[in-house]
């Protein structure tokens, strides 16, 4: 009994650290995408059994997606910060602004549900706009697409509530992202 709780210890570091290795990879902001991808690469190979060593892991799926993940990245930085800024400016009173927050507030969050759909289903041979068709694709799916949002809620909250969580809720949110791909 004493492994299980031991082995159920190493999974939660093992995924704390992954989310301090993202978010470490994430710095320079148009790095988010493949650190993201990385994180959901290496949380794939934890899926499917294999248990590799997790820097070197990391290291190699980071570099892997780096070429095309900075564009990607630069774009899904711009797109959402747009979203949020028009959201603000809806919210603070404009004619009309509530009942558009509301929209707003939807297409931001299938954008971000898109994006990391995104980093979870790329592969480093397919590229990032094939990527993207499938996470158009796979978002069509009501059930995963709503999980994901509300862990990206939950992971947003418990930030709001301790900012220093921030460091370390992108590996909950890579294996959210993992767990809900194909």
């Known amino acids: 009994m004493k492994a299980t709780r031991l082995d159920r210890l190493t999974e939660f570091s093992d995924c704390l650290l992954l989310g301090m290795l993202v978010c470490l990879g994430s710095v320079p902001v148009v790095t988010a995408g493949p650190a993201f991808a990385a994180g959901c690469a290496v949380a794939r190979r934890w899926r499917d059994g294999d248990s590799p060593p997790m820097f070197p892991a990391f290291r190699d799926a980071f570099v892997r997606h780096l070429p095309g993940g900075v564009p990607f990245s630069a774009a899904a930085v711009a797109v959402i910060t747009v ?42 041979g397919e590229g990032w706009r094939a990527a993207l068709r499938t996470a158009v694709y796979l978002s069509r799916d009501v059930r995963g697409s709503a999980l994901l949002a509300a862990a990206v809620g939950v992971a947003g909250f418990v930030v709001w509530m301790q900012p220093l969580m921030l460091l370390i809720v992108a590996g909950p949110l890579t294996l959210a992202a993992a767990g809900t791909a194909p």
Do not use: H, I, M
């Open 83 to 124: 979203l949020c800024a028009d959201l603000a400016l809806f919210g603070a009173g404009l004619p009309g602004g509530r009942s558009l927050a509301v929209v707003l507030a939807l297409l931001l969050a299938a954008s971000v549900v898109v994006v990391l759909r995104t980093c979870s289903v790329v592969a480093p």
